[in-house]
């Protein structure tokens, strides 16, 4: 009862004090296209935003690292996630940038890669805090099983993001990428149980770069037109900090479902999945 009020509180506060903080910092360049929201690599100047995103991020990891100090490692991916959500809300939507930049998908690959490398950083450290003493390191079928895992993530989480992104608007992106978060990971959990959260998150962090590669080649330059006769590619429709915040929030909830669906295994299995994470 104890770890569990605890848990609710770090959440709390993550959310509620630590998204303004990250909110703030991430908001130190200007929108490139005079709206509301600010795109990193389209910030002017674009230093600022490259600078605003790398805080932000450095921000919601160490709000992160904190939490998983106090309550477990899934705890630290939700705190991160909640923490972020307030940066990706004051994101520019596609919509924004296809109305000013013919070609914006390139900046946005980069910025996921940018801040994805940053956040799959943190979630090492998280997973390492997890881990007890003495552990032998991992031998290479475990490695294989690990990247298969993170393929895994990568093709259900394409697929169901494309499902729920049916619209650019910021609640069903970030659901969308929950969703893809909690589907991927609880597929993976299921098939390899001692595949760790961060090769999770690494699926959905390959997604955040490759999803802009891949509308650039299936849309072009007639993505404006396409978004507004409703025929845009769904599954592009997220933005990076929309993958990046709602996979930090969906992965830890899809392994908590995997080792729920687990727990009457022999318990070997059930400890490899989940017993490091607290």
Same mark, same amino acid.
């Given at each position: 009862?104890?770890?569990?009020?605890?848990?609710?509180?770090?959440?709390?506060?993550?959310?509620?004090?630590?998204?303004?903080?990250?909110?703030?910092?991430?908001?130190?360049?200007?929108?490139?296209?005079?709206?509301?929201?600010?795109?990193?690599?389209?910030?002017?100047?674009?230093?600022?935003?490259?600078?605003?995103? &790398?805080? =932000?991020?450095?921000? $919601? *990891?160490?709000? !992160?690292?904190?939490? /998983?100090? #106090?309550?477990?490692? %899934?705890?630290?991916?939700?705190?991160?996630?909640?923490?972020?959500?307030?940066?990706?809300?004051?994101?520019?939507?596609?919509?924004?940038?296809?109305?000013?930049?013919?070609?914006?998908?390139?900046?946005?690959?980069?910025?996921?890669?940018?801040?994805?490398?940053?956040?799959?950083?943190?979630?090492?450290?998280?997973?390492?805090?997890?881990?007890?003493?003495?552990?032998?390191?991992?031998?290479?079928?475990?490695?294989?099983?690990?990247?298969?895992?993170?393929?895994?993530?990568?093709?259900?989480?394409?697929?169901?993001?494309?499902?729920?992104?049916?619209?650019?608007?910021?609640?069903?992106? &970030?659901? =969308?990428?929950?969703? $893809? *978060?909690?589907? !991927?990971?609880?597929? /993976?959990? #299921?098939?390899?149980? %001692?595949?760790?959260?961060?090769?999770?998150?690494?699926?959905?962090?390959?997604?955040?770069?490759?999803?802009?590669?891949?509308?650039?080649?299936?849309?072009?330059?007639?993505?404006?037109?396409?978004?507004?006769?409703?025929?845009?590619?769904?599954?592009?429709?997220?933005?990076?900090?929309?993958?990046?915040?709602?996979?930090?929030?969906?992965?830890?909830?899809?392994?908590?479902?995997?080792?729920?669906?687990?727990?009457?295994?022999?318990?070997?299995?059930?400890?490899?999945?989940?017993?490091?994470?607290?």
């Amino acid at each position: 009862m104890k770890h569990a009020v605890i848990s609710w509180v770090a959440m709390g506060t993550a959310f509620f004090v630590g998204g303004p903080v990250v909110s703030a910092v991430y908001g130190v360049g200007s929108s490139g296209t005079g709206g509301a929201g600010m795109n990193a690599m389209f910030a002017e100047p674009v230093m600022m935003g490259v600078a605003g995103l &790398l805080g =932000a991020v450095v921000v $919601a *990891g160490l709000i !992160g690292v904190v939490c /998983a100090k #106090l309550c477990g490692v %899934r705890a630290g991916y939700r705190c991160a996630g909640f923490a972020l959500v307030w940066a990706a809300f004051d994101g520019g939507r596609i919509g924004d940038l296809l109305r000013h930049y013919e070609m914006p998908y390139t900046g946005l690959a980069i910025e996921a890669l940018i801040a994805g490398a940053v956040l799959v950083g943190a979630g090492v450290v998280f997973d390492r805090m997890g881990r007890a003493d003495g552990v032998e390191q991992e031998g290479k079928s475990e490695r294989v099983a690990w990247a298969l895992g993170l393929l895994i993530v990568v093709v259900v989480g394409l697929v169901v993001s494309g499902v729920v992104a049916r619209t650019e608007v910021f609640g069903q992106c &970030l659901a =969308a990428t929950i969703m $893809a *978060g909690i589907a !991927g990971t609880l597929v /993976a959990r #299921l098939k390899f149980p %001692r595949v760790p959260l961060v090769a999770c998150f690494g699926g959905c962090v390959v997604l955040a770069v490759m999803l802009p590669v891949i509308a650039a080649e299936v849309e072009g330059s007639g993505g404006v037109r396409d978004l507004f006769l409703g025929h845009y590619l769904a599954v592009a429709r997220p933005m990076p900090l929309d993958w990046l915040a709602g996979s930090l929030i969906g992965v830890p909830m899809g392994a908590s479902w995997a080792a729920s669906m687990v727990d009457r295994q022999p318990v070997g299995v059930v400890v490899g999945a989940a017993g490091a994470e607290g």
